[in-house]
């Protein structure tokens, strides 16, 4: 009941909060056994959206039901046959969908939703539908980001509206690269089930890969106002969560995690009380939340039990900045070692960056000038606000002030993010 009203109807704005917590939680199992049950992975999307945009009235109308999982898998559930009716009457399909309601519902229609008290799922199918659904979400046949948008919209159980403010686009574009996703899915004839075992690692790695990309942009975020987007971190944080539970057996998804937790746990220091970005020098380590540590750690050991791969030669680089009580008493020379070993096997660009600005702080600043200057030299970054940054601050570090402002300034108009290009011109201006 509405509490300013006990005795009237419930507010549309607590069925809005009832609908919304349920669909953020139960999204990834309604959506999966949606898809199983009609094997049709974009009619399962649009039939649960229909059941979530129906609660919305009548939960606003007669009360949050008392099983509201059960009511929007009955209620969605009706769509899809409304849909497969309306496909062709004779279609089997619905003809072995119909049989499967029961004779004494096929000719009522269908039960009332509230009714539904049967479990929505089969509990020793939940893990396998899971993880069928980020499998097709992240399918290879996507491009990237409609992978990041379909995954945060039926594994996440964001709204598009929400996807679109994290990542800073129009409402309708991320609209548009959901409706195209599910076509091309539905033209590839993707199905709803586990690659194939032979398959299954390396279609793993693009997962991974979608999930690490939301992260990433949560932790620091691209372009606008704001250093950090947690909202999206942690999402990243709970799908990487949900991945490992189903998969325990598998080291990168351990490392993963562990990257993840050991990165957020520095949050509360990554940034001042008016927003500005707080340098990894200039931190407070004792605002960081030890209890991510702690699940940091616990991740990294299970990755490390069958050799490290990419994520967990990041987390092992985390785990020694969390270890480390200052910058000047961190392990460079381990850091060092574990990013030329990430370079072997994942080479980037960035990679050798980051290995860079280690070897700055192990050898001295000249030592890893020279491999910057060596990524300027091949133009492998070009665009990026990251190499002047990196390479004004060496210059700094050098005496080399002219030079290091030059950077500096050339970094912060490359930059799109506010609080980022804010810390290159502060560190330019600070030079006599």
Avoid at 332 to 345: D, F, M, P, S
Avoid at 350 to 363: F, G
Wanted: charged content about 25%.
């Amino acid at each position: 009941m509405d509490p300013a009203d006990p005795d009237g109807p419930p507010s549309t704005e607590t069925a809005r909060r009832a609908v919304e917590t349920v669909w953020r939680i139960e999204s990834a199992r309604i959506v999966a056994a949606l898809s199983r049950y009609t094997g049709d992975f974009g009619l399962a999307e649009d039939v649960a959206q229909e059941a979530v945009a129906e609660a919305l009235v009548s939960w606003s109308r007669d009360g949050t039901p008392d099983n509201p999982v059960g009511w929007l898998l009955a209620t969605a559930r009706r769509r899809a046959i409304d849909s497969f009716r309306r496909r062709s009457a004779r279609d089997e399909r619905y003809a072995a969908i119909a049989g499967q309601l029961g004779e004494g519902e096929a000719a009522a229609g269908a039960l009332a939703p509230q009714q539904q008290d049967d479990l929505p799922w089969d509990p020793d199918r939940i893990d396998d539908d899971i993880l069928a659904l980020m499998f097709v979400a992240c399918h290879p046949v996507l491009a990237a980001e409609a992978r990041v948008a379909l995954t945060l919209r039926t594994v996440g159980g964001l709204s598009s509206e929400e996807i679109a403010r994290a990542f800073l686009v129009p409402v309708p574009t991320v609209q548009a690269r959901i409706t195209r996703a599910k076509k091309t899915i539905a033209a590839a004839k993707v199905p709803f089930e586990l690659p194939p075992a032979q398959d299954r690692r390396q279609r793993l790695g693009g997962v991974l890969s979608v999930l690490y990309v939301i992260f990433t942009e949560g932790s620091t975020a691209t372009a606008g106002d704001n250093l950090l987007r947690p909202d999206l971190a942690y999402e990243a944080i709970r799908l990487t969560r949900m991945l490992a539970a189903v998969l325990p057996g598998e080291p990168e998804v351990h490392g993963l995690l562990a990257l993840c937790e050991l990165t957020a746990a520095r949050f509360p220091a990554r940034t001042g009380p008016d927003g500005e970005a707080v340098l990894l020098e200039d931190q407070d380590r004792r605002l960081w939340d030890r209890s991510a540590i702690r699940r940091g750690i616990a991740a990294f050991t299970a990755a490390s039990k069958t050799g490290l791969g990419p994520y967990g030669l990041q987390a092992g680089i985390a785990a020694c900045h969390a270890a480390a009580p200052s910058v000047e008493e961190t392990d460079w020379e381990r850091i060092v070692l574990l990013y030329e070993a990430l370079g072997r096997i994942a080479p980037s660009p960035v990679v050798e960056l980051n290995r860079a600005v280690a070897v700055a702080m192990a050898s001295g600043p000249l030592r890893g000038l020279a491999i910057v200057d060596e990524l300027v030299a091949a133009d492998r970054l070009p665009g990026s606000h990251l190499l002047p940054g990196v390479r004004g601050e060496l210059l700094r570090r050098l005496g080399r002030t002219r030079e290091a402002r030059t950077e500096l300034e050339r970094a912060a108009r490359l930059c799109t993010n506010a609080r980022e290009r804010a810390v290159l011109l502060r560190k330019a201006e600070a030079l006599p």
